[in-house]
């Protein structure tokens, strides 16, 4: 900062302030400072900023997962937000695992950002607290029963009872229900499969239909191969359904392409639902209607709520939790003649 300051003849404070964009700087100075911040290849020191400030306008996304289209448009709409605010955000993904979720918490949240957004799994609320040196944390759908931290939450369950509800609206009698088995209900209430679970329970009820525990198919891993050949097995052992909810895109990617690979056809055979509202939805054949969780909602909650948490400091704060917003969009899955 100071080379910069003497190669524009200005003050180390009027070059500081010009290079912040502070609008008390004329435009001409502003303009000669950053010539010679070019000039220099200056850039700002993070380290230094952060120890005179206490932040350094970095902050954490932490997601189990960026090789799938959700995460990865959700971690893309929290950058964007991030950005819209001054901010830059650093994301990482954790595999889904206690050593990547220890890993980002220790090495990146703890040392490198003002605060961290995080999708937790498989550490507890204590573990969480330690690890990232108490710095700031919003979490992503929060297992735990305690109100700890900020959150915010996918709309998993009002948006598997909407899922429900349109699937019998388009005429279907017979739903199955692909990711998780009913038990998760009670099992995992607060994980995303079981508030998924709950919210088409209460959908069943409300639509005045029969739902089994068989009518409820848990998978091992909510990816294209394994629903793919789930709904093989189904058909193969004769199941019968004329609608099949699925917790999520990649679930529903994968049972149209099984279902068609027994000859069973979306949505005259089958109407087809998921949850998420990915991109290539749209461009599906046939098109797929789904939940779409509204990523921009998701993103302004919970930066708002980091950004507040950072200004804060020990401020006393109380957690708050938030629903992201939804809708149910209708495309070619579920238009039944």
């Known amino acids: 900062m100071g080379d910069v300051a003497r190669a524009a003849g200005v003050s180390r404070a009027t070059a500081s302030y010009a290079l912040r964009g502070d609008s008390r700087i004329a ?3 502003a303009e000669k400072v950053r010539r010679a911040a070019v000039k220099l290849g200056y850039t700002a020191n993070l380290s230094a900023r952060s120890l005179r400030s206490g932040r350094n306008g970095v902050i954490g996304v932490a997601i189990f997962e ?22 830059q955000a650093i994301v990482q993904q954790t595999a889904n695992s206690q050593e990547g979720e220890v890993a980002v918490l220790r090495k990146v949240t703890s040392q490198l950002c003002d605060g961290t957004i995080f999708s937790p799994g498989h550490v507890s609320d204590a573990e969480i607290s330690e690890l990232s040196g108490n710095k700031p944390i919003v979490l992503l759908d929060d297992r735990s029963d305690r109100q700890m931290f900020d959150t915010v939450f996918t709309p998993c369950r009002a948006g598997a009872k909407a899922a429900i509800l349109h699937l019998a609206e388009a005429g279907c009698r017979h739903i199955l229900v692909l990711g998780a088995d009913r038990r998760a209900a009670a099992d995992e209430p607060n994980a995303v499969g079981g508030r998924r679970v709950q919210g088409a329970l209460e959908g069943f009820e409300q639509a005045g239909l029969q739902s089994s525990e068989a009518d409820f198919v848990g998978l091992a ?13 189904l058909v193969d052992r004769g199941s019968s ?3 099949l909810f699925c917790m999520t895109d990649s679930i529903a990617f994968g049972a149209i392409r099984g279902l068609a690979d027994r000859g069973i056809h979306a949505p005259d055979d089958v109407a087809v639902m998921g949850f998420d509202g990915v991109v290539e939805d749209e461009f ?11 990523n921009d909602d998701l993103a302004c909650k919970a930066v708002s709520l980091l ?27 579920t238009r039944r003649r």
Do not use: C, N
């Open 27 to 29: 435009l001409p100075t």
């Open 221 to 233: 891993d909510w990816d294209f191969a394994t629903s793919r050949r789930k709904v093989h097995e």
């Open 66 to 87: 960026l090789d799938k289209a959700y995460p990865s448009q959700m971690s893309a709409a929290i950058s964007r937000e991030a950005t819209r605010r001054g901010l």
């Open 307 to 333: 950004v507040r948490r950072i200004e804060a400091g020990d401020g006393g704060v109380q957690p708050t939790r938030l629903t992201a917003r939804f809708d149910v969009v209708k495309r070619e899955s």
């Open 284 to 294: 599906m054949i046939p098109s797929l209607t789904t939940i779409a969780i509204d």
């Open 241 to 243: 359904f004329d609608g």
